[in-house]
C-alpha cells in the first residue's frame, strides 16, 4: 500500500514553500533597493551603416595626404547609398590587413573610384 501524507504535514508544507518564496523576493528586492545607482544599461548600439562610414574615414584619414582632399571624401561618403558604402567599407578593411602589398593597394585603389565615381 502506498503512504499517505498525513493531514497535518500539507499546511506545514504550504508555509514553508510560502516563507522560502517571501525570503526570495525579499533577497531580490532589497538587492534592487540597496544599490539603485549600480544598474546596468547596454550602451546604445550604433547603425551598420554609421560603423561602416567610421572605418572607411578612418582609412581615408591614414592614406589620403592632404586634410582637403580626406573632407571632399568624407562628404561624398554621405551621398552613398547602403549598398555602396558595405562595398567601401569592405575595400577599407581589406586595404588595411597584412595582404601582399598589390592586394592592399588594389583595393585602396578600388576604394577611391567608388568615392570619386558615385
Known sequence: MAQRTPRRALPILARLLVGLLAIGIGCC??????????????????APREVNLTRIVSVLE?????????????????????????????????????????VAETAFLLLTLLIILS
Open 29 to 46: 528586492a532589497s538587492a534592487a533597493v540597496a544599490a539603485p545607482d549600480r544598474t546596468w544599461a547596454a550602451p546604445p548600439l550604433r
Open 62 to 102: 591614414n592614406r589620403l595626404p592632404s586634410h582637403e582632399l580626406s573632407e571632399k571624401a568624407k562628404a561624398k561618403l554621405l551621398t552613398l547609398s547602403d549598398r555602396q558604402v558595405r562595398i567601401a567599407a569592405s575595400l577599407a578593411e581589406r586595404s588595411t590587413q597584412v595582404d601582399p602589398a598589390a
